[in-house]
């Protein structure tokens, strides 16, 4: 049970009985008696509707008090640092946040192996109705953007393909966003999770804008003086070079490492590498040339009870707009299949 909000409060200085503010904020009498009780918490629309109805602002009825509340989150995270809040499986999960990074929820108060405390930031009700989505396409950010247009808030959390679907399974985020080849099919298993095609792209090769070492294919690679950026181990982009290397039988001479294809093409256009394993996406939109090597789909994960949850809803429906598919296309992703169930997975 949450703790009870300052809804009645307000409600009883204005006068009103809750059956008035049923009628004014278009709700059940039941639904007000709840949201007084601290029986539940009300989506970010309700909540808006309810402040509207009593000429209160949000954070009046349902933010922190003074700053000094603190709540418990699963996750040993850094002391002071910035963190995102969502509600996962009926408890708080929080996840560190980049400095560069503009969303903040709550400031980490102490950490320990079993989890932390935060102090929030802002209203709690609307990291309630946040959707947290993991995964390595850059054009997630895109999209989450425009699925959170309106009520509720959709947040990409930049991770390899191998460090979402782990987070799927320990609850701490609610859609996964995995990358594969194609002939990879999705496997079933007894607790179904659906798989919705996002998008699909080519992964290769990212180099200098003219590409100045004539870097053609995977072969290249072992030249002498060749450098190149590869991804940490468990990432998807990683997995392929890997393999391709194995079936040329060639070793890399030189070779740095990063997290994510945006760093990938950061220090490939900086000049500390010759090529690096990432997608067309992420070289078109830094101006860098690109060598293609796979075709790979870009899958989102969830758990079935999830797939019909409004903020899942709201993810798809942004990823089905013509003008998302424009954009996704003119960054060199294939939207041909986007929003399409293609079965279940681990």
């Known amino acids: 049970m949450s703790p009870p909000s300052r809804v009645r409060a307000h409600r009883e200085a204005r006068g009103l009985t809750q059956d008035d503010l049923a009628r004014a904020a278009r709700l059940s009498r039941q639904s007000v008696g709840s949201i007084e009780a601290g029986r539940s918490v009300p989506a970010v629309d309700v909540a808006l509707r309810v402040c509207a109805a009593l000429g209160a602002s949000v954070e009046e009825l349902f933010g922190t008090t003074g700053g000094a509340e603190t709540i418990e989150a699963e996750g040993s995270l850094p002391v002071g640092a910035r963190a995102v809040l969502a509600e996962l499986r009926g408890r708080w999960v929080a996840h560190a946040l980049s400095p560069e990074s503009v969303v903040s929820d709550a400031l980490v108060v102490s950490s ?44 990409w959390l930049p991770c390899s393909s191998a ?20 002939s990879r099919a999705p496997s079933t298993v007894r607790a179904p999770r659906r798989v919705v095609r996002f998008a699909s792209w080519e992964a290769g090769l990212v180099v200098p804008a003219g590409n100045p070492r004539g870097v053609r294919g995977v072969a290249d690679l072992g030249r002498r003086g060749v450098t190149v950026v590869t991804r940490e181990p468990g990432a998807g982009a990683r997995r392929v070079l890997d393999r391709l290397l194995e079936e040329a039988g060639l070793t890399l001479a030189h070779a740095i490492e ?10 490939v256009g ?16 830094r101006g860098l040339g690109f060598v293609p ?20 809803l709201r993810l798809l429906e942004a990823l089905a707009a013509r003008g998302t598919r424009r954009e996704l296309e003119s960054l060199g992703y294939d939207t041909r299949q986007s929003g399409a169930h293609v079965g279940e997975a681990a």
Do not use: F, K, W, Y
């Open 112 to 155: 320990g192996r079993g989890g932390a405390q935060l102090e929030p930031t802002r209203p709690l009700a609307e990291a309630r109705d946040t959707l947290l989505v993991a995964g390595c396409a850059t054009a997630l950010g895109l999209v989450c953007e425009r699925a959170s247009r309106g009520a509720g808030r959709v947040m």
């Open 163 to 182: 460090v979402a679907l782990d987070q799927l399974a320990r609850g701490r985020v609610h859609v996964a966003a995995i990358h594969r080849a194609p």
């Open 258 to 267: 990063a997290r994510g294809h945006r760093e990938v093409a950061t220090l």
């Open 270 to 285: 900086l000049g500390a590498a010759e090529a690096g394993i990432a997608t067309r996406a992420v070289a078109i939109a």
């Open 293 to 312: 090597l796979v075709h790979e789909h870009v899958d989102l994960v969830l758990e079935a009870p999830l797939e019909n949850d409004p903020r899942v």
